[in-house]
């Protein structure tokens, strides 16, 4: 099971740092990824980080201004989000997968936490 947080209301400009905690053995071995999804529109591939935290990737839109991190010890992903934009809100998904591949694509991940409301005002 994964419960993700962090979420809320900034300006534009602004920063977030988003949690995910795993439960049982959702992170064993896997990576995990976070999605977002707009109104209306399909869920996108935001970051993913491989188990080792050696390998990271990170959509275009995000790429300088997010960071994915994650901590083993505590079964905790995070995403720290730095200069926040309107296009940025969204419900923000994390994901764990079973495989040690960092994927994109969100039919690749296993397990899915219940998302985390992100809203950027101008």
């Known amino acids: 099971q994964l419960q993700a947080s962090g979420g809320g209301l900034v300006q534009a400009g602004g920063s977030l740092t988003l949690s995910c905690v795993a439960s049982?053995?959702?992170?064993?071995?896997?990576?995990v990824g976070w999605f977002l999804q707009a109104p209306g529109k399909e869920r996108e591939f935001v970051a993913a980080?491989?188990?080792?935290?050696?390998?990271?990737i990170y959509s275009d839109s995000v790429e300088d201004r997010f960071t994915i991190s994650r901590d083993n010890a505590k079964k905790t992903v995070y995403l720290r989000m730095n200069n926040l934009k309107p296009e940025d809100t969204a419900v923000y998904y994390c994901a764990a997968d079973r495989d040690i591949v960092v994927a994109t694509t969100a039919d690749e991940y296993d397990y899915w936490g219940q998302g985390t409301q992100v809203t950027v005002s101008s």
């Open positions: 049982g053995r959702t992170f064993s071995g896997g990576a």
């Open positions: 980080i491989s188990m080792s935290a050696s390998n990271a």
